[in-house]
């Protein structure tokens, strides 16, 4: 959880991994961590103003270390295809090398044979969405927007992208949404 995430998402993911028959939804915060957006003056040319430098350096050296404690050999991300096409932390190559970097430091992530894996990788957006129906994910309780709120403001970057993606795949999306927001400034 990083400096400006919307405290919405942070509830989603909670009622999301409850309804998935989540064990232990643990939330470490890392309050300095922050979006290009709050850097003013720092040019990270056509990456959105979401992107957080290093970050899934950063996120999966967390994971690896509460694996490490807790025992638990896999981490998964729910990286999809539209994401690897922008973040390069997102690709093969780094989610390889850094499996092997996780091993290389701790001989019982080595032992245990640490696997980083990415069911959705392959996944456009709306083939996600797609899966999700049919897998019965509660999609009306996750959350995209990138402000907080009682709904989904409808004019942000995550919110239009959600809407998109839904739309292509077919599906009718139960979240309420803020439309009036559409045209405001995106972030
Ligand atoms: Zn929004």
Redesign the pocket.
């Known amino acids: 959880m990083y400096g400006g995430i919307a405290p919405a998402e942070v509830r989603a993911a909670k009622a999301v991994s409850q309804a998935a028959g989540v064990t232990e939804h643990r939330i470490f915060r890392m309050p300095d961590l922050r979006e290009a957006s709050d850097m003013p003056g720092s040019d990270f040319g056509e990456l959105p103003p979401t992107y957080i430098p290093v970050r899934n350096s950063i996120f999966y050296a967390v994971a690896a270390s509460i694996a490490e404690e807790t025992g638990s050999w896999t981490l998964i991300g729910g990286h999809n295809r539209n994401d690897s096409e922008v973040f390069e932390d997102t690709r093969t190559e780094f989610f390889e090398l850094t499996q092997k970097a996780l091993r290389a430091g701790s001989s019982r992530l080595r032992a245990a044979r640490l696997e980083l894996v990415r069911p959705l990788s392959k996944l456009r957006k709306h083939e996600v969405i797609r899966l999700a129906v049919e897998l019965g994910v509660p999609l009306g309780q996750t959350w995209s927007?990138?402000?907080d709120g009682p709904v989904?403001?409808?004019?942000?970057a995550?919110?239009l992208g959600r809407k998109e993606a839904f739309e292509r795949a077919g599906v009718s999306d139960e979240v309420s949404a803020d439309f009036s927001?559409i045209g405001r400034k995106t972030s």
């Open positions: 927007c990138h402000r989904h403001c409808g004019g942000c995550g919110c927001g």
